[in-house]
């Protein structure tokens, strides 16, 4: 017996290929109508599909992809360990692939993982990304999509955040309370979204408490190496202010352990000279002298959560079902860095 | 025209069509000059190869898989960054998985990579790997294997290790000739080649040294926790020994950090009561307190030296080139805590 074709059925249906092809994959640009005319002639005539062309959300992987910009940072690592460890109770594996930062290896990843068949991915975007055509691209090809901590606002899908913002705030309003008057931000790159939250969050605590923003005590940490980033920024800022700082609040717990190490090295006393908060509870933050003050943002948690999510759109398949942002809960822990 | 199929090679050489799949795929089993007549027959007939079976040497898929038990470990995300780096530069992607220690994990791992088509897989076995049929799937598939760090001294293939026994026992000797004499080693689990290797490098400096070994100083970390193993492992050394051991050597950087974090805590002052090296130069170590000794292990490097060899490998195609083990040289880097 003779295949059926695309073209046969299109011929039949007096619709083009594309629209037949579509209607399989149930692309949402298709009427429901013809889906189902399409659809209903399709199991009549026993029309099977190219295997390299079967849609991914039909003939299920169980494999799924996730990006995120490097593991070098435990925050990414301990977020993997959840998704890892949620994927394997549902028997998924996990594909990951790392940026490091780069668009163009985002963009590539992004191909790939859909090149080679998984039945949903997950990113944490680089620094630098501020084009979201890949993104765009996964949902084209009816891939679920679930984006995590370091995300696209613009983008329509599911997304897994903190509060950038709140937890800021909230550290540095703690600082102010405890009496500190120049607080410096070490921030992050001028363009991902958690970098812009977090000193906003500063920025606001500062005003609301009447305290002058100033802009010399802002030093951006962007080498993609935060613990060297925190300690030249440390040195600079000491250099230009001397005694006229008395508190930091870091981006990281990584920038924040590079500028306590300078303040160490240099006779510079924590919390006494000047006080340090910093951002993520890394398990180091705790056993460093002296230890360090933080917000505790659950990397593990929001793992299972991202998969939670991404599983959800999985199984409902071609219904199409409400994106969701579910905001992870931060807290701040002080230690005697502060 | 009909397409040319395998058995119509097959029958006109009169050999079996298994034979003639594995010429083409330039299987070892095949003679070469069966390979030569297949090849040939083939190429006149215009034979096209089924696109799911084409061979992974012929097509290239500008792919690499690369295999770790986590990526919470610094080093092995240290090893990742070093083999992007490198395999960006040849314009390869990099799909990474994790098998978390678990060796289904680890098999499953294999066989998705081999069934989503890469040019080549890097594995670091999971700490309860015993049995290599896996690796030994790869190689029949013609996929060239490079194993690193974590290795199988029975597979035949490419290897990237550093040489464990040695480092240890320079560490372990440095502390006796700094005239400790109660020194007490925190080993990894049983089954790895590096455990044992590190751990019979300490024997063998005791031992050289006229040190008696004591097998109630060993203390055994296999709770996939590095930091916690250390801390508990601390806690249960000074409870039986109490000051009677002078020094530690652990096995990784971590589980020295954890070990510590006890003594800090404890009032046990390092290095006057107690000498402390690590293993690995994680970066951490230089910035605790006090700082850690320890023999640096170089990950970046390694990596990039992983890559090498498997783009070696992969280039070379259907040329058999010998095997190649490279040894990655460490060195002991002397700070507080000893």
Redesign the interface.
């Known amino acids: 017996m003779k295949a059926i074709t695309l073209k046969q059925i299109a011929e039949e249906l007096n619709i083009s290929v594309t629209t037949v092809s579509k209607a399989l994959k149930d692309y949402p640009d298709v009427s429901k109508k013809t889906k189902k005319q399409v659809k209903e002639l399709a199991k009549k005539l026993n029309y099977i599909p190219n295997?390299?062309a079967v849609n991914l959300r039909t003939q299920q992987t169980k494999?799924i992809g996730v990006i995120v910009p490097?593991?070098?940072h435990?925050f990414?690592?301990?977020v993997?360990?959840g998704i890892?460890?949620a994927a394997?109770k549902k028997d998924y594996?996990?594909?990951?692939?790392?940026s490091?930062e780069d668009v163009e290896?985002e963009i590539?990843?992004v191909d790939?993982l859909i090149s080679?068949?998984v039945d949903g991915i997950m990113i944490s975007l680089s620094n630098k990304t501020q084009n979201f055509d890949h993104l765009e691209k996964i949902k084209n090809h009816d891939i679920p999509l679930v984006l995590f901590d370091k995300i696209s606002k613009i983008t329509d899908c599911s997304k897994v955040v903190i509060n950038d913002q709140k937890a800021a705030y909230e550290a540095v309003e703690y600082l102010i309370k405890k009496g500190y008057k120049r607080i410096a931000h070490f921030r992050g790159d001028l363009n991902p979204q958690v970098s812009i939250d977090r000193f906003l969050g500063y920025k606001k605590a500062l005003l609301n408490n009447n305290i002058e923003f100033d802009p010399s005590l802002v030093y951006i940490c962007n080498n993609n190496d935060d613990?060297n980033d925190g300690h030249a920024s440390a040195k600079k800022l000491i250099d230009m202010h001397g005694k006229n700082v008395d508190a930091l609040f870091a981006i990281t717990d990584m920038v924040a352990?590079g500028a306590?190490?300078y303040f160490?090295d240099n006779g510079i006393k924590i919390p006494k000279d000047i006080a340090i908060i910093g951002f993520s509870n890394w398990?180091?933050s705790s056993?460093?002298?002296p230890t360090l003050t933080t917000i505790d943002q659950p990397g593990y948690k929001m793992g299972k959560t991202v998969f939670k999510l991404l599983y959800k759109e999985i199984k409902a398949k071609n219904v199409d079902i409400p994106y969701e942002t579910i905001e992870m809960k931060t807290s701040l822990v002080i230690r005697e860095s502060t």
């Open positions: 295997a390299s494999t490097t593991t070098v435990h990414f690592a301990t993997i360990k890892i460890k394997k594996m996990v594909i990951l692939m790392q490091e290896q590539k990843s790939l080679k068949g613990f352990i306590l190490k160490n398990f180091m056993v460093i002298t």
